[in-house]
């Protein structure tokens, strides 16, 4: 198995392994790069869905990411079961454009996720591609005055928030990421529960810190993501059909790319729990989206 490290701060490309068959010794090697690296790239497996979900099982249990999931993966797509692109009007079009604003999984939920997994099926010919932000570098650039400052701070976080911000109000509907249970709080610098490294712990989702006020909150929030996601902290991966892709969750933010529309994009996924030790918040009442008023709709980029 070969390694190599990306010119990023975060990320390895591994090679020469093969996935489908791992032995539960090179599985412990792969563990032990995935904590350092935080984001592993293993190009041309073409892993069929059982073969997925087994590699996604060893970090372990997965998510339920659909009330009709049948197995530990969905597929994240721009087309519907009939083969017929999604529109600007339909929820799929309107997730997948949230999609593009950098988070983490599962925060807006009471157990956010451990690490996600992402597997190439189709891609469009340009954009599209997925790009990692290493917010454990993020955190170590900032100065003592500021991590002194975000040191005990703590945002809720929502997804009828971060839609909304992206243009797009949705009422519950009891499915995933849209439920009645509350809005998780969570610290903004989080402590890795294997490495014991912090990294900024934010994203699209978060907002409201307690101790603020609305318009010092969302700034603070929003100049943390936009310094922290900078070069040489971040890498953007390029799909080809094949590949694989799993990162640590608990200290990596991601976001899709552009791509035009009338291209399909479809990428398997999966999620896997946070352990409740480490990843369980306490929720507290969730702001609905009637709640906020979006300050901008930008839905034009995905169709350039």
Avoid at 113 to 122: H, I, Q, T
Avoid at 288 to 301: G, I, L
Wanted: net charge negative; hydrophobic share 35%; with cysteine.
């Amino acid at each position: 198995m070969n390694v190599t490290p990306t010119d990023a701060t975060l990320g390895a490309v591994v090679t020469e392994v093969d996935l489908a068959d791992l032995t539960d010794d090179l599985w412990e090697v792969i563990h032990a790069d995935f904590l350092e690296y935080g984001l592993l790239i293993f190009p041309d497996q073409h892993l069929t869905e059982d073969a997925q979900g087994n590699f996604a099982l060893r970090f372990g249990k997965t998510e339920k990411l659909h009330p009709q999931q049948p197995g530990p993966s969905v597929q994240l797509s721009n087309q519907k079961p009939n083969g017929e692109m999604v529109h600007r009007e339909d929820e799929g079009f309107r997730l997948l454009k949230g999609n593009e604003g950098w988070h983490t999984d599962s925060t807006y939920m009471p157990l956010a996720a451990k690490a996600g997994m992402l597997a190439a099926l189709v891609v469009p010919p340009k954009g599209g591609e997925t790009e990692f932000a290493d917010m454990r570098a993020a955190w170590d650039e900032l100065d003592d005055e500021m991590q002194n400052k975000l040191d005990g701070l703590s945002a809720y976080h929502s997804l009828y928030y971060s839609q909304s911000r992206a243009g797009y109000v949705h009422t519950t509907d009891h499915r995933y990421g849209f439920h009645d249970k509350g809005a998780p709080l969570r610290p903004v610098i989080k402590i890795h529960p294997e490495t014991g490294r912090k990294s900024i712990y934010t994203g699209r989702h978060a907002y409201g810190i307690p101790e603020m006020n609305s318009e010092a909150s969302e700034k603070l929030l929003s100049d943390l993501l936009e310094n922290g996601c900078q070069p040489p902290r971040t890498y953007k991966h390029s799909w080809c059909v094949g590949d694989i892709v799993v990162w640590d969750n608990r200290c990596v933010m991601h976001r899709a790319r552009p791509y035009d529309t009338n291209h399909a994009r479809v990428l398997r996924a999966s999620r896997i729990s946070g352990e409740p030790e480490s990843e369980l918040a306490p929720t507290f009442a969730d702001h609905r989206a009637a709640d906020f008023r979006p300050s901008s709709t930008n839905e034009s980029s995905l169709a350039n």
